[in-house]
């Protein structure tokens, strides 16, 4: 008699490289031969894995087609099996292997697109927190301001594109005719949020990607507030400054605890 | 094998009528209306997630109806460790939840850190037997309760296998103090599948574990049914139901769908069916205890 682990291990193989040692435990039945009754496993866990993908990165299937994203996918199923419990996070890692597996990694295109699916789907059920509102942050005493250290609520992301991905996506979205694919000179840089609910994103200039980038890493507002004179310009940086940090407050992406570091 | 009715009742969970399995596509309907349905079954994996919309909406239901946590997860038969991370979120869901019960599968899921992400079958032996009730007792301890197994539907069977399904099953049930979820069209594809008679498994469940029914559909391959979830209740399923609930009593059942969702209101429509089937067999099912529940309404709380 085969030990359950032996059994188990043999049933995995089965699954995950076609092997068929386990055959010799299973009889056919009445109707079918045994190869197809195990083949209804070895299927279920390819499509199961393919239709995770399809659920998770539907703009990415509509612009490549069945043919391209399905081939895409079974690359992706056989180099990643799923360490996960949750189908929820299967393809996680998705977005980076479009940008690093050829020939789709030659696209841009492909990986800014799964990317931004992956952060839309990521900020729909990250965890709810509270956000700062403008008024907690006027009863500051101003000696504090520029020692302020701001956090970002945890359903946002900064998403850095070399091609006019998010508008491919937002046609798909839409169901229009995707436009031409656009290489940009400079990064575009979108913020990825939650808004009602839902996942929404708008573009950053590079003024303001390059203070929220420091500001998530803990640069103090003070400190923001000379870098954005270094980079955009002396003449109404600190204007600038408090017209991105009041948007941000607006738009709930600022976390409710703050710090004040009193040696900035 | 263990007889039955030697050992004291276990305390059942009150039976809750009959509901649906939560879906998305109906949250609409079911929050800005007073659909009759008397309560839901969540997938508990779909909430296991930090926050955003979806626990927002299940703290919602939750306020409405009745609610019991299903999982897909837990990989019950598995000879790798138990999943402690798994289980202590499916602990705290829980607590959040306060579900009737929680359930899932008589199964395994993977070996080696890996998740197939399907039910997969068990041989019929002691071995397994003993291994599955030895876990089930682990997670009743962390868990602080009783949890309820369902049957899978299954395609193969194994060359050892020692004892039938049915045998496995109020072993199991019995010797790990558990529940029993009995799915009622997987009980339709084992059987076509296995060439077993539906009936005798039926007639040998030990009634005083069960506390749910699941129904659904699947596709019939000719010389296999596959257990798809995403068609509609077939009638030999229905009539398997009716010997069910004449010979099980008020159990708590529901519909699951887990694809090709339709419009709430087919699902509404064969929960119909499945009260009118438990009226013709004479079940009633007693009040339920939820005062503040809207949907209760005399007619789906009493069936006469």
Redesign the interface.
């Known amino acids: 008699?085969?030990?359950?682990?032996d059994?188990?291990?043999s049933?995995?193989k089965a699954?995950?490289e076609g092997d068929s040692s386990i055959l010799s435990?299973?009889?056919d039945?009445?109707?079918?031969k045994?190869e197809?009754?195990?083949g209804?496993?070895q299927y279920?866990?390819g499509a199961?894995?393919l239709e995770?993908l399809q659920n998770d990165y539907p703009n990415l299937h509509g612009y490549l087609g069945d043919e391209q994203f399905e081939r895409l996918c079974n690359i992706y199923i056989e180099s990643h099996?799923?360490?996960?419990?949750?189908?929820?996070w299967?393809g996680e890692q998705f977005p980076d292997f479009v940008q690093e597996t050829p020939p789709f990694s030659e696209m841009a295109q492909l990986g800014e697109i799964a990317a931004l699916e992956y952060a839309l789907n990521s900020?729909?059920?990250?965890?709810?927190e509270r956000a700062l509102s403008m008024e907690q942050l006027t009863e500051l005493p101003p000696e504090q301001w520029a020692g302020l250290v701001l956090q970002p609520v945890?359903?946002i992301h900064h998403l850095a594109f070399t091609t006019n991905a998010d508008e491919i996506w937002q046609a798909l979205e839409d169901e229009t005719v995707p436009p031409a694919l656009v290489q940009h000179e400079e990064t575009a840089h979108i913020l990825v949020f939650?808004h009602d609910?839902?996942g929404k994103f708008r573009p950053m200039n590079y003024e303001e990607a390059m203070m929220w980038d420091k500001m998530v890493m803990g640069v103090p507002f003070g400190v923001l507030c000379e870098l954005i004179t270094t980079y955009g310009g002396e003449e109404g940086a600190a204007m600038r400054a408090a017209g991105y940090l009041q948007g941000w407050i607006a738009s709930g992406f600022i976390a409710q605890n703050f710090k004040t570091n009193e040696n900035s | 094998m263990t007889n039955p009715a030697s050992k004291p009742s276990p305390q059942k969970p009150s039976p809750l009528g009959f509901g649906l399995g939560l879906r998305p596509p109906h949250y609409p309907e079911i929050l800005g209306g007073d659909p009759p349905i008397d309560w839901f079954e969540i997938l508990s994996?779909?909430y296991?997630?930090?926050?955003?919309?979806?626990?927002?909406i299940l703290d919602e239901i939750n306020e409405k109806y009745p609610l019991v946590m299903h999982g897909v997860?837990m990989s019950i038969g598995?000879?790798a460790p138990l999943?402690m991370?798994?289980l202590r979120d499916l602990k705290k869901l829980a607590q959040r939840v306060k579900p009737k019960w929680i359930s899932d599968h008589i199964c395994?899921t993977?070996?080696?850190?890996?998740?197939?992400?399907?039910l997969?079958p068990?041989?019929m032996?002691q071995?397994?037997l003993d291994?599955l009730v030895e876990r089930i007792k682990q997670v009743q301890d962390f868990l602080g309760q009783r949890i309820a197994l369902e049957n899978a539907s299954t395609?193969?069977?194994?060359?050892?296998d020692e004892m039938t399904e049915w045998d496995f099953i109020n072993e199991m049930a019995e010797q790990a103090d558990c529940l029993l979820l009995l799915d009622i069209n997987n009980i339709y594809v084992s059987a076509f599948?296995?060439?077993f008679d539906p009936h005798t498994y039926i007639d040998t469940i030990n009634p005083e574990r069960v506390v749910q029914f699941h129904l659904a559909g699947h596709q019939n391959n000719?010389?296999?049914i596959?257990d798809t979830h995403d068609h509609p209740i077939i009638k030999d399923v229905w009539d398997l139901y009716g010997r069910a609930i004449k010979r099980f009593g008020p159990v708590s059942t529901m519909i699951e769908r887990d694809d090709n969702i339709p419009p709430l209101g087919e699902l509404l429509e064969e929960l119909e069916m499945a009260r009118k089937i438990a009226d013709q067999q004479g079940i009633q099912f007693p009040l339920f205890e939820k005062q503040d529940a809207p949907h209760m309404s005399p007619k789906t709380e009493t069936l006469s």
């Open positions: 008699m085969t030990n359950l682990k059994l188990q291990d049933f995995q699954l995950l435990q299973i009889p039945s009445q109707r079918e045994k197809e009754l195990l209804v496993y279920a866990y199961r894995l995770y099996p799923s360490h996960t419990i949750n189908a929820r299967f900020v729909f059920d990250e965890v709810d945890a359903a939650r609910s839902h | 994996e779909n296991m997630v930090p926050g955003g919309q979806p626990m927002r997860s598995s000879t999943d991370d798994y395994w993977g070996v080696h850190g890996l998740n197939m992400h399907d997969l068990l041989p032996t071995e397994a291994h395609y193969v069977t194994f060359k050892d599948n296995h060439g000719g010389t296999h596959v």
